[in-house]
Nanobody, 120 residues
Framework: VQLQASGGGLVQAGGSLRLSCAAS????????MGWFRQTPGKEREFLAG??????SAWYADSVLGRFTISRDQNTVYLQMNSLKPGDTALYYC????????????????WGQGTQVTVSS
């Protein structure tokens, strides 16, 4: 499984960004995909997950209503609205075969991070 995250950048508070995660290497119909973020000295934080087969999604309370996860044929997206300086972090996409996971250690595959910086 190969995951390639992109779409990070610098945005002002209140703005929006859409992150992309291109997935390849196998058929993903039995997988769930997720987005995490991490800041220096902190553990990787779960944000959102989606089951590839039926697009059922779940979210962390911290981003519910502001972030939306979706997918198309080969890519998973994270639409981020109403961004705050506290959203500044390195964002990662991940894959697993288990729905509903919140703990980073239980996910199997990871892409490289993409930096999101929100200025005040």
């Amino acid at each position: 499984v190969q995951l390639q995250a992109s779409g990070g950048g610098l945005v002002q508070a209140g703005g929006s960004l859409r992150l992309s995660c291109a997935a390849s290497g196998r058929t993903f119909s039995n997988y769930v995909m997720g987005w995490f973020r991490q800041t220096p000295g902190k553990e990787r934080e779960f944000l959102a997950g989606i089951r590839w087969r039926d697009e059922s999604a779940w979210y962390a309370d911290s981003v519910l209503g502001r972030f939306t996860i979706s997918r198309d044929q080969n890519t998973v997206y994270l639409q981020m609205n109403s961004l705050k300086p506290g959203d500044t972090a390195l964002y990662y996409c991940a894959a697993s075969m288990i729905y509903g996971l919140l703990t980073a250690q239980k996910w199997d595959y990871w892409g490289q991070g993409t930096q999101v910086t929100v200025s005040s």
